[in-house]
């Protein structure tokens, strides 16, 4: 695209070279933090999320500290403070209120708010905001409002700033829609593997074989399987009492272990890119919860149902208190985290969740969910079946997770240009 006639060294390594008639200031020029103490009864609680700020969530707990918030009003930005919610910031389009580890900014002079929007949720800008935090290590690190006033940043002219706006909003608008197509057809694929696996894991691998009525959770089964009760297939261990945590036992990944949550299972598999990591000390008090290959871990607060098979683990692995650890499975422990996937298991575990805002399931509830198991060697038979039929569904959403990543870096590229005026909208 076209650049500017004229750049300037604007001495600050994140902006780079900036166009001539741009003007550099500190951030606490354009913006004044907003801190008026409120109540969530009387404003609206939201959230503040990686895709902007929203009502809150029905699974986010609500404070009981009526004036433990800050006020968030229309066309304020909102920006989570703590390094392990990078990236969670966005204009506000509602009134209400937010937890105090937020900085909400109200913009000082006559800016485009939305240009601001895209200013400040620039990838450039959330690791320059980062880099002016403090902490002890990655996952505790803070920044705060003194620290982030100090930040520098490039402002166009008013009339530059609406027509960034109007450039960004229907580039990043058509990338946004190749992105939700690209979902689309992991979902879809996703659907086709959960039909494959029920109808396996449920009928069998011959349709000739006697059925036979099964009750309410299925209608029929093959007439030699049998139904069991999971914890008699498996022992199950979590993080409960003396086996907790907290934050300060978090540190860096040269420190620690790998310590699993619920985000960490996408598509019924492990995915390592971005973990806590626990201390060596914490680790080694809980030997019966440290994952080794072949475990199974299922999220029984929050995201309950989801769970994964453990085939790899790049070094020391084991769970915060969202998961519980299936160990010593007596069937093929493949066989077994596939048969968590199925409806009928998932169909007990929605009618097993407690609780009205985050939802969560005691272990003996786990314990007694009930599988409908055949004898072995139809088990390992129904696994190498399965594996066979998923591998060219599981490449497919590789493929697509792959392109949405190349998408989302995209985005970022041309908003980091736009807003750093190494292009000329």
């Known amino acids: 695209m076209e650049k500017y006639q004229q750049y300037k060294d604007s001495g600050v390594s994140w902006l780079g070279s900036i166009p001539a008639h741009w003007e550099v200031r500190r951030l606490g020029s354009y913006f004044e933090e907003r801190k008026t103490k409120v109540s969530d009864k009387d404003f609206e609680p ?3 999320t990686k895709l902007g700020v929203f009502p809150q969530w029905e699974n986010v707990a609500k404070s009981n500290d009526g004036d433990n918030r800050k006020l968030v009003k229309k066309g304020d930005f909102v920006i989570n403070s703590r390094s392990d919610r990078k990236g969670s910031s966005g204009l506000s389009e509602l009134e209400g209120s937010v937890s105090l580890i937020n900085i909400v900014l109200k913009p000082r002079t006559d800016i485009n708010r939305k240009y601001c929007h895209y200013l400040l949720k620039s990838q450039n800008f959330i690791e320059e905001f980062y880099r002016n935090g403090h902490g002890i290590v990655a996952d505790l690190w803070t920044t705060r409002y ?21 450039y960004l909003d229907s580039a990043t608008g058509e990338i946004d829609k190749a992105i939700a197509q690209q979902q ?3 979902d879809l694929l996703n659907e086709r593997k959960r039909i494959i696996i029920n109808n396996a894991v449920t009928k069998g691998l011959d349709p000739n ?6 009750g309410d959770l299925l209608d029929f089964i093959p007439a030699h399987w049998k ?9 199950i261990w979590g993080r409960i009492g003396f086996r907790g945590y907290s934050n300060e036992d978090l540190v860096d990944e040269l420190s620690g272990a790998i310590t699993l949550s619920p985000t960490n299972i996408i598509d019924g598999k492990i995915n390592y890119e971005k973990c806590s990591y626990l201390s060596w000390k914490k680790y080694y008090e809980s030997p019966e919860i440290m994952v080794k290959v072949g475990d199974v871990i299922f999220v029984k607060t929050a995201s309950v149902g989801k769970s994964a098979y453990i085939d790899w683990m790049p070094k020391e692995t084991t769970v915060n208190p969202q998961i519980a650890v299936f160990k010593d499975i007596k069937c093929n422990s493949i066989f077994f985290s596939w048969v968590l996937q199925t409806d009928y298991l998932l169909e007990q575990v929605e009618n097993s969740k407690a609780g009205s805002t985050i939802f969560t399931i005691s272990q003996e509830k786990i314990g007694n969910y009930k599988l409908c198991l055949p004898p072995r060697d139809e088990q390992d038979a129904i696994v190498e079946y399965l594996k066979e039929k998923t591998e060219s569904i599981d490449h497919a959403i590789l493929l697509r997770r792959n392109m949405i990543s190349i998408l989302k870096e995209r985005k970022q590229i041309i908003i980091n240009e736009a807003v750093t005026g190494k292009i000329k909208i």
């Open 146 to 166: 003194d620290e982030m006033k100090a930040i520098k940043i490039a402002m166009p002219t008013k009339d530059e700033q609406d027509a960034i706006v109007s």
């Open 184 to 186: 689309k057809m992991i």
């Open 227 to 235: 139904w069991e009760r999971l914890k008699y297939n498996c022992s």
């Open 209 to 214: 074989a006697p059925m036979k009525d099964s």
């Open 46 to 48: 939201l959230s503040v």
